[in-house]
């Protein structure tokens, strides 16, 4: 099956900084790429997703790039603030339209 | 936009009980739910996906007379833990696929129900 990788598990950063998550995925015929920003004891609330014909895709602080070649994709946060602090989530739906999570990263941002 | 309602969001029972878990979609119709568990600080995992009319196809290591899914509507999905047990105790959440907007690939996910077995 799919296996995803997610970098970094925890991320610290300043207020104001930018913030960057990687995650690697195996199945080259995957075709959708969401991310995921969870707070404590909620839902996965879906922050901005990619589809497989397009490299890049941007809303307001918020950006995904993807290379398939590679299978890895991307979240760009910057300008973070402190509400951004989250458990972000990648996931990929595969051949099998099944949605993977990655293992997940625990963003503080600090003041 | 799409809402998906689960209900409970709580529950606690005793070890031995079952507890079922509903998970409804408000405004679409949903040909296809999937089930998955996350552990506290842990990544959502799949345990199974719910067809309407048909047999749930579980995840490996998933044990399907345990989880009894049952999706006998288009807008309806159930899941009971049969025969609960501590290690049991987690946080499940439901997902559903618009029937009309499958091929965007986009989930629509339920609340989450915490279950506690003591």
């Known amino acids: 099956g799919e296996n995803v990788e997610q970098h970094p598990s925890t991320l610290s950063v300043q207020e104001g900084d930018s913030a960057v998550i990687k995650c690697t995925y195996s199945?080259?015929?995957?075709?959708?790429f969401p991310w995921y920003k969870q707070e404590l004891g909620k839902r996965p609330q879906l922050i901005i997703d990619?589809?497989?014909?397009?490299g890049e895709k941007k809303d307001q602080r918020i950006a995904v790039t993807l290379n398939k070649t590679a299978k890895h994709f991307s979240l760009h946060i910057t300008e973070t603030q402190p509400e951004d602090s989250a458990v972000y989530f990648c996931?990929?739906?595969?051949?099998?339209?099944?949605?993977?999570f990655g293992t997940g990263t625990r963003l503080q941002v600090t003041l | 936009g799409a809402v998906v309602s689960q209900h409970p969001s709580w529950v606690i029972c005793k070890s031995g009980t079952s507890v079922k878990i509903e998970c409804r979609s408000l405004?679409?119709?949903?040909?296809?739910m999937f089930w998955y568990r996350q552990f506290p600080k842990q990544s959502l995992m799949l345990m199974a996906t719910?067809?309407?009319?048909?047999?749930?196809?579980?995840e490996q290591g998933v044990e399907k007379d345990k989880f009894l899914i049952n999706h006998a509507s288009l807008t309806l999905s159930t899941l009971t833990v049969t025969s609960a047990h501590p290690e049991d105790s987690s946080f499940y959440i439901c997902?559903?696929?618009?029937?009309?907007?499958?091929?965007?690939?986009?989930?629509?996910f339920g609340e989450g129900s915490r279950l506690t077995v003591l």
């Open positions: 996931a990929v739906t595969g051949t099998a339209s099944k949605l993977t």
């Open positions: 405004d679409f119709q949903a040909t296809t």
């Open positions: 997902s559903a696929r618009d029937l009309w907007t499958a091929n965007t690939g986009e989930l629509f």
């Open positions: 719910s067809n309407e009319g048909s047999k749930a196809t579980y």
């Open positions: 199945d080259s015929a995957s075709n959708y």
């Open positions: 990619i589809r497989s014909n397009v």
